[in-house]
């Protein structure tokens, strides 16, 4: 049985589902903790300190607690969801890889570059900053990791 390639690609679900349930496994703690679940909530937040900075003034707040997840992290997750889910699926064929590589390398400049300079005190981002560079961050990723396995299947070419 042969697979028409036109179809909505089932494994950009799969892989949207995958960062969905670690960025909610994020949001974990605050709720964990609330019932009384302390431990577990502590060993997420170890577990995240690989995945992202977790700083309490930069997460969400859920029940007056801190998520282990940072809003960037939460923007750049939500992204990669969508990318893999609804964008990629959408713009499958008009995607091309000489214009996607550049877009891609460049929203994450500008997520590493917004990121710097906070770091370095030159400007104090805001919430909604951080998410939309890491919304674009992650949407152009996750265009690029999609149009990369599409490739690897060979349902599609460089181009």
Not at 104 to 117: A, P, R
Request: hydrophobic share 50%; with cysteine.
């Amino acid at each position: 049985m042969q697979i028409k390639h036109d179809r909505y690609p089932v494994w950009t679900f799969l892989i949207a589902m995958s960062f969905l349930v670690i960025w909610l496994i994020g949001l974990l703690p605050p709720i964990l903790e609330r019932f009384s679940y302390g431990g577990t909530a502590d060993s997420i937040r170890f577990v995240y300190r690989i995945l992202c900075h977790g700083s309490a003034d930069r997460c969400p707040v859920l029940f007056g607690q801190p998520a282990a997840v940072c809003v960037r992290c939460s923007g750049l997750y939500l992204s990669i969801i969508l990318g893999c889910a609804l964008f990629f699926p959408l713009f499958r064929k008009r995607l091309k890889w000489k214009a996607l590589v550049p877009a891609s390398l460049f929203f994450t400049f500008i997520m590493g570059l917004q990121w710097l300079l906070e770091l370095t005190e030159v400007i104090n981002a805001s919430p909604l900053l951080q998410v939309g560079t890491g919304f674009m961050c992650g949407t152009g990723l996750s265009l690029l990791l999609c149009k990369s396995i599409d490739m690897l299947r060979g349902n599609s070419t460089v181009s």
